[in-house]
């Protein structure tokens, strides 16, 4: 292993990066179960899948390469269906802290819409989806920390901890998005489309807020997901607005097929405290508002802000990649312009099963490809305690963040490099 010098990029093995305390802010819960147990629970509740083995599944669903984000997105429905399932949605949200915790990441942020998973028509509704989620996260959280060593000491692993960040949809179809959208669409037939979209991101927000206020679930944020092209995020500024002003921290689905307006927008109409994807902020090539004459500009200001500001980026590289062929490879990501412009990127795994990686894998693209010292990798790790969306208060917060960086070190010394 090389140590950092100005001539050599620093090299860091897998098995360093596993034992390195990690956060993973941008996870979707439907897009990040394990192969086995969506077969499994498939069998369970009735629902037909493409195959009935890994390999099948591997091969039609679930690919190493995608064309575009279409066909990425197609596995979703099947994980959907059957997660509407109180038993199956415990049992994926339990597995997926564990497989978390198992390559030494020890803060996750679950995201998923709730109102896919709600069958009002068989009883599941908003609160048990939360609670069915949050037993599974709750059971894998009590597990480790009663397992494991874990404390405020030299050398002891810091706690498991989870947030939990439900996202709107932008968009949904009269017919076959949910059970639940498609009764709405039924309630509300005298409303326009977009009228009944936002009522329903209005109605997930407010028994967001409702859960924690009352029962103390770990809901810490609000997101929004789904189609960025023509369902821009100012359409949501209600929702948003309700998210701000009742203290919900507020993430936002931006610049991932859509321009870098989309992620002025969003910083500026829906507060968000961090950006999902935020690929397109150096890609001016992409900005289609005709007002803004001069696209590297325009880039290059934003880019200044955004790091100024200190407003986190949930980077997704395989998924990147996977959505949006035309990157090409990895050297091509635009991470390499958010390490430039010193902004701060969390590396996440966006959904672990879909992409086929692990938070691990995604450090490891990152440390392979891009020359990131291992003072630069800590600020890395330490954004993803920094600007989590911890579910306690800031004193708790900064203390969790302080124990986690000096694990990290202590990892670093066990591994020559301090």
């Known amino acids: ?42 069998k369970r509740s009735g629902v037909e899948l493409p195959a ?44 997926l802290a564990v497989d978390n915790q198992d390559e030494g990441v020890n803060y996750i942020e679950v995201r998923f819409a709730p109102q896919l ?65 498609t009764q709405l669409f039924q309630l509300l037939s005298d409303h326009d489309d977009m009228a009944v979209i936002k009522a329903a991101a209005m109605e997930m927000i407010r028994a967001s807020v409702r859960l924690r206020d009352d029962e103390g679930m770990p ?61 397109s902020l150096f890609s001016p090539e992409m900005i289609e508002d005709p007002s803004i004459t001069d696209k590297e500009a325009y880039s290059q200001h934003l880019a200044s802000f955004i790091a100024d500001r200190r407003i986190a980026v949930e980077v997704c590289l395989t998924s990147n990649l996977q959505t949006n062929p035309a990157i090409g490879g990895i050297k091509n990501h635009n991470f390499r312009h958010m390490l430039e412009n010193r902004i701060a990127t969390v590396i996440c795994t966006d959904n672990r099963l879909v992409s086929s990686t692990t938070l ?14 291992l003072k630069r990798l800590k600020d890395m790790v330490a954004y993803g305690f920094k600007k989590n969306f911890f579910p306690g208060t800031y ?8 124990h986690t960086l000096q694990y990290f070190d202590h990892i670093a010394r066990k591994y020559g490099f301090i």
């Not at 874990?150 to 901890?161: A, I, N, Q, W």
């Not at 369902?231 to 931006?254: G, I, R």
């Open 1 to 42: 292993m090389s140590h950092s010098s100005s001539s050599a990029p620093t090299t860091y093995s897998l098995d360093f990066i596993r034992e390195m305390p990690k956060a993973d802010l941008h996870l979707h819960l439907d897009g990040s179960l394990r192969m086995e147990s969506l077969i499994e629970m498939a």
């Open 52 to 95: 009935t083995t890994v390999e099948g599944l591997k091969e039609l669903v679930f690919k190493d390469s995608y064309q575009n984000l279409g066909e990425y997105l197609n596995g979703f429905q099947y994980t959907c269906a059957v997660l509407r399932n109180l038993e199956n949605m415990e049992q994926a949200a339990y597995e």
């Open 117 to 181: 998973l709600m069958d009002p028509a068989n009883g599941i509704g908003f609160d048990d989806v939360m609670h069915a989620v949050n037993n599974g996260l709750q059971r894998a959280k009590d597990e480790y920390n009663q397992r494991h060593d874990v404390g405020f000491g030299d050398g002891l692993k810091p706690p498991f901890e989870y947030g939990i960040i439900n996202c709107a949809m932008r968009m949904f179809g009269k017919k076959g998005f949910s059970p639940y959208y």
């Open 219 to 279: 809901i810490v944020g609000l997101d929004i997901a789904g189609q960025e092209n023509g369902y821009p995020a100012h359409k949501f500024k209600e929702v948003y607005e309700y998210a701000h002003q009742n203290f919900l921290l507020k993430t936002v689905h931006a610049g991932e097929a859509y321009g870098a307006e989309s992620i002025f927008e969003a910083l500026t109409q829906c507060y968000a405290d961090r950006l999902g994807h935020g690929y």
């Open 360 to 373: 691990s894998d995604e450090y490891k693209l990152a440390l392979d490809n891009f020359p990131v010292p």
């Open 395 to 402: 004193v708790e917060k900064r203390a969790y963040a302080k």
